[in-house]
């Protein structure tokens, strides 16, 4: 079943129209359907801390744009050469990638020659435009392959992945993105072992992602390291052994907790002294991924890092296509249960949504078009 169509179609979406300014909501006309393109009608949009990187000057997605990539939805239209997905089909959002280089081929599309590219500056590869305000002037959009603070979102199907029409479809987006990298960063990237050690530097949606999937994967210490009282006790209640306030000596607790160190660290603040603390409390033959959007430069002596793997992840080294129906399973089984990290806002409350997460209020919203 398809449903081919040349028209534009009229779209209600929170853009943002500069750094500083707080979202509005819009009427806007998303462009007709390429042929490997397909329309998703929004049900849910988790707000990512990456949402925020347009706001950065010197980004190179900039204002006027659509931002949101953690879309879930139904699929209301498909291109003429799409063959995996059809009209009706529910879809979770997830980034970008273009299929065909090294890396795609060899499944990693977390570090697909294109990455960059398709998710981080908000246009089509070849300069088009894909939505234009009620004055005809362009909007970015294709957001990670998608802009999903709107009522409707243009994707493809290597971005739209096929999930049952019996889950909770809106409660699914925050799987395109952050859960995935928390998630996929301690099962695909650093593979953490039954029986070792972890520690998690930040407790928000990704570190608290890396808690659920570290007890998954069978690690038997598991430390969360944050500074908000409320995030280290949920960390408790989501597989933490132990939890440290960040203000203290994390550093000092580790090495007592684990007599030498962990095997696995794994840095979602970005903070330079956060992230080299996290490399010195893991012992030699350990591994240390970074994923948080780093604030500054990282200074490592020699002896910092004697035999350790350190390991800058995008995406958890994921791919949609398998970890997302696995997040799925594990959640069904009981033992991913993401669905605690979310708060639901109307997308007209975007602008207090975003504030709450961004004090730390809320772990995951998840706005609802
Ligand atoms: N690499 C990727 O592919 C990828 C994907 C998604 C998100 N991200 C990035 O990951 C980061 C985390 O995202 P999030 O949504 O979990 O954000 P978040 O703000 O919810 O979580 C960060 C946590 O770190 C804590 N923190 C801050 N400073 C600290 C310190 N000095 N010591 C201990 N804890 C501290 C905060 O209290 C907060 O709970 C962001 O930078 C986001 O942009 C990267
Ligand atoms: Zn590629
Ligand atoms: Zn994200």
């Not at 779209?11 to 393109?37: K, T």
């Not at 990455?115 to 990670?144: H, Q, S």
């Not at 808690?211 to 280290?232: E, F, S």
Request: hydrophobic fraction near 45%; include cysteine.
């Amino acid at each position: 079943m398809s449903d081919h169509s040349t028209a534009t179609t009229s779209v209600r979406a929170a853009v943002l129209r500069a750094g500083d300014a707080p979202y509005s909501i819009e009427d806007v006309q998303l462009r007709a359907l390429r042929s490997n393109e397909v329309l998703v009608r929004i049900v849910g949009a988790g707000m990512c801390h990456t949402d925020v990187l347009p706001r950065s000057p010197g980004f190179p997605a900039t204002p006027p744009i659509i931002a949101g990539h953690e879309g879930s939805g139904v699929i209301e239209q498909v291109g003429a050469d799409v063959t995996a997905l059809a009209v009706g089909d529910h879809v979770v959002l997830s980034f970008d990638s273009c299929g065909a280089c090294a890396n795609c081929a060899a499944g990693q599309p977390a570090y697909c020659d294109q990455f960059m590219l398709r998710n981080l500056f908000g246009r089509e590869l070849d300069g088009a435009i894909t939505v234009t305000d009620a004055n005809g002037e362009p909007v970015a959009a294709r957001w990670f392959g998608q802009s999903s603070f709107a009522s409707h979102a243009i994707a493809t199907e290597r971005n739209a992945v096929k999930v049952d029409p019996s889950l909770p479809l809106e409660l699914l987006g925050p799987l395109g993105c952050g859960i995935q990298t928390g998630a996929g960063s301690v099962l695909c990237a650093m593979d953490v072992q039954p029986g070792s050690s972890i520690a998690v530097f930040g407790a928000g949606a990704v570190g608290l992602a890396a808690v659920m999937a570290a007890k998954v994967a069978g690690a038997t210490t598991i430390i969360a390291v944050d500074l908000q009282q409320h995030r280290l006790d949920l960390a408790t209640e989501l597989g933490a052994t132990h939890v440290i306030d960040g203000a203290t000596d994390a550093g000092g607790q580790i090495m007592a907790i684990t007599g030498g160190g962990v095997q696995y660290a794994f840095d979602t603040t970005g903070v330079p002294a956060v992230m080299l603390g996290a490399i010195r409390a893991t012992r030699m033959t350990g591994t240390i991924g970074f994923v948080g959007v780093q604030q500054g430069p990282l200074e490592l002596a020699s002896f910092d890092y004697i035999g350790k793997t350190i390991i800058n992840i995008l995406e958890g080294s994921a791919d949609p296509q398998t970890f997302i129906p696995r997040m799925i399973s594990l959640w069904q089984e009981g033992r991913f249960p993401f669905d605690r990290l979310i708060e639901q806002f109307p997308l007209d409350q975007i602008n207090e949504a975003e504030q709450s997460s961004l004090t730390g209020g809320v772990i995951k919203p998840v706005l609802i078009p």
